[in-house]
T-cell receptor
Framework: KNEVEQSPQNLTAQEGEFITINCSYS?????LHWLQQHPGGGIVSLFM???GKKKHGRLIATINIQEKHSSLHITASHPRDSAVYIC??????????????FGKGTKLSVKP | DVKVTQSSRYLVKRTGEKVFLECVQD?????MFWYRQDPGLGLRLIYF???????EKGDIPEGYSVSREKKERFSLILESASTNQTSMYLC?????????????FGPGTRLTVL
C-alpha cells in the first residue's frame, strides 16, 4: 500500500465548477505539500501546511492531522487550472531532513 | 524569488553514454535533491545532499551517482546510460533549518536514452 494516496487519479470538470482533490497518508508527518505541475514539467508549490487551512486566491487547502487527510479545493475552476496536482508529505522522524513522499498525482482537465 | 535551474530541458543520449545533469540554485540552500518522475509511479528520490561533498542515497540510487563540489550546484551522473533511465529528472533545493523546509523545484530535464 502506498504511504500517500490521492484521489481521484483523473478529473474532468466544466469551467466554473468547484473541485476537490483528496490526499490520505499513513505515516507521521511534519508538513504536507500541495504541488502543481503543468505540461512541460516544472513543479510549483501551492501550499505547505501542518495544521488547519490555508487560502490563496481560488485555492484552499485543508488538513486533518488526526484523520491523516488533506484536501485541495479549487473554486470557480478555469481551463488554466488544468494541470497535475501532487500531494507530498514530509516524514516526521529523525532521518534526513526534507525528504518527501509523493502521491501519484491527480490530472485535472477543466473544459471551457 | 528562489531560482532552481537545470542545464537542459530535453536531452537525447545513446545507450552506454555517460550523462551529466546539472542543477544550480541561487538561494544558498543547504539541501539539494534529484528525483525522477515516471507515469504511474510519481516522483521518486534518487539522491540528496545536505552539504557540500555530502550525499545520501534515496529510494532508487542504482545506476546513478552525484557530485556536489559547490553549495549551489548538484550534478546527477549516469555512468552508462540505459533505456530504462529514460525519464523526467527534477532537481529541488531547500534550507536545512528547523524541522522541515519547503522544497523548490527546477523545470525538469526530459531525458531519452536510445
Amino acid at each position: 500500500k502506498n504511504e500517500v494516496e490521492q484521489s481521484p487519479q483523473n478529473l474532468t470538470a466544466q469551467e466554473g465548477e468547484f473541485i476537490t482533490i483528496n490526499c490520505s497518508y499513513s505515516v507521521g508527518i511534519s508538513a504536507l505539500h500541495w504541488l502543481q505541475q503543468h505540461p512541460g514539467g516544472g513543479i510549483v508549490s501551492l501550499f505547505m501546511l501542518s495544521s488547519g487551512k490555508k487560502k490563496h486566491g481560488r485555492l484552499i487547502a485543508t488538513i486533518n492531522i488526526q484523520e491523516k487527510h488533506s484536501s485541495l479545493h479549487i473554486t470557480a475552476s478555469h481551463p488554466r487550472d488544468s494541470a497535475v496536482y501532487i500531494c507530498a508529505v514530509a516524514r516526521n522522524y529523525g532521518g534526513s531532513q526534507g525528504n518527501l513522499i509523493f502521491g501519484k498525482g491527480t490530472k485535472l482537465s477543466v473544459k471551457p | 524569488d528562489v531560482k532552481v535551474t537545470q542545464s537542459s530541458r530535453y536531452l537525447v543520449k545513446r545507450t552506454g553514454e555517460k550523462v551529466f545533469l546539472e542543477c544550480v540554485q541561487d538561494m544558498d540552500h543547504e539541501n539539494m535533491f534529484w528525483y525522477r518522475q515516471d507515469p504511474g509511479l510519481g516522483l521518486r528520490l534518487i539522491y540528496f545532499s545536505y552539504d557540500v561533498k555530502m550525499k545520501e542515497k534515496g529510494d532508487i540510487p542504482e545506476g546513478y551517482s552525484v557530485s556536489r563540489e559547490k553549495k549551489e550546484r548538484f550534478s546527477l551522473i549516469l555512468e552508462s546510460a540505459s533505456t530504462n533511465q529514460t525519464s523526467m529528472y527534477l532537481c529541488a533545493s531547500s534550507f536545512s533549518r528547523g524541522e522541515y523546509n519547503e522544497q523548490f523545484f527546477g523545470p525538469g530535464t526530459r531525458l531519452t536514452v536510445l
